[in-house]
């Protein structure tokens, strides 16, 4: 059993649905997980060593969430030294075209840039329209945003357009890679359950 800490970024909620699915996946073969908002460990002492480590967040006006970008950079010697994979969250990633793709992968970049952190895998994940929890202004903007892609104009209704299922195979392959006998490396983290845990049905526009 692998001990594996699970970190993210998140706006509206959506984010934090899909880390507590991938940890959910992970705890489900018999690897120990704690999964943690990057906002509680700001100024945290990481208290474990981990075996494995996932990063994620959500996109927002071209940036993951600062949150996550200081956990990366302050957690580098980590990452750089167990198993670890970064999720991309947002809209673009529910496109299929090549102009989207090369969206996506430029955001990525530009995080990469930032961090100095070169994730051994990086999953694009399609976000969500959550126009329930956004603010008047925030929700006419994510409406000229959804009818320019063709998408639900209707804002009495969430729209969730993650693939779950790829969510779940992002995790147990992640997790297959801990499955033998994994080198420990020391890291931080609070004790698991301690911060706050969104659902997956608290969905963000990216998340």
Same mark, same amino acid.
């Given at each position: 059993?692998?001990?594996?800490?699970?970190?993210?970024?998140?706006?509206?909620?959506?984010?934090?649905?899909?880390?507590?699915?991938?940890?959910a %996946?992970?705890?489900?073969?018999?690897?120990? %997980?704690?999964?943690?908002?990057?906002?509680?460990?700001?100024?945290?002492t990481?208290?474990?060593?981990?075996?494995?480590?996932?990063?994620?967040?959500?996109?927002?006006?071209?940036?993951?969430?600062?949150?996550?970008r200081?956990?990366?950079?302050?957690?580098?010697?980590?990452?750089?030294?167990?198993?670890?994979?970064?999720?991309?969250?947002?809209?673009?990633?529910?496109?299929?075209?090549?102009?989207a793709?090369?969206? %996506?992968?430029?955001?990525?970049?530009?995080?990469?840039?930032?961090?100095?952190?070169?994730?051994?895998h990086?999953?694009?994940?399609?976000?969500?329209?959550?126009?329930?929890?956004?603010?008047?202004?925030?929700?006419?903007?994510?409406?000229?945003?959804?009818?320019?892609?063709?998408?639900?104009?209707?804002t009495?209704?969430?729209?969730?357009?993650?693939?779950?299922?790829?969510?779940?195979?992002?995790?147990?392959?992640?997790?297959?890679?801990?499955?033998?006998?994994?080198?420990?490396?020391?890291g931080?983290?609070?004790?698991?359950?301690?911060?706050?845990?969104?659902?997956?049905?608290?969905?963000?526009?990216?998340?």
């Open positions: 059993m692998a001990k594996i800490l699970v970190v993210y970024g998140t706006t509206e909620g959506h984010t934090a649905g899909i880390a507590q699915r991938i940890g %996946v992970m705890r489900d073969v018999g690897h120990e %997980v704690h999964v943690r908002d990057s906002g509680d460990l700001r100024k945290a990481l208290e474990h060593a981990y075996d494995g480590v996932v990063v994620g967040g959500s996109v927002h006006a071209g940036e993951h969430q600062r949150s996550v200081e956990f990366v950079r302050q957690h580098r010697d980590l990452l750089d030294r167990v198993p670890s994979a970064f999720f991309s969250v947002s809209l673009t990633a529910a496109e299929p075209d090549e102009d793709r090369r969206d %996506v992968q430029a955001v990525v970049d530009r995080f990469v840039q930032e961090t100095g952190w070169q994730p051994r990086v999953e694009p994940i399609a976000g969500a329209l959550v126009y329930s929890q956004y603010n008047i202004f925030v929700r006419h903007v994510m409406k000229l945003i959804a009818k320019s892609h063709g998408r639900s104009t209707d009495s209704q969430d729209r969730d357009y993650t693939d779950w299922e790829a969510v779940e195979r992002f995790a147990r392959a992640f997790a297959g890679e801990l499955g033998g006998s994994p080198e420990r490396a020391g931080s983290a609070p004790s698991p359950g301690s911060g706050r845990r969104d659902e997956p049905d608290a969905a963000g526009a990216d998340g």
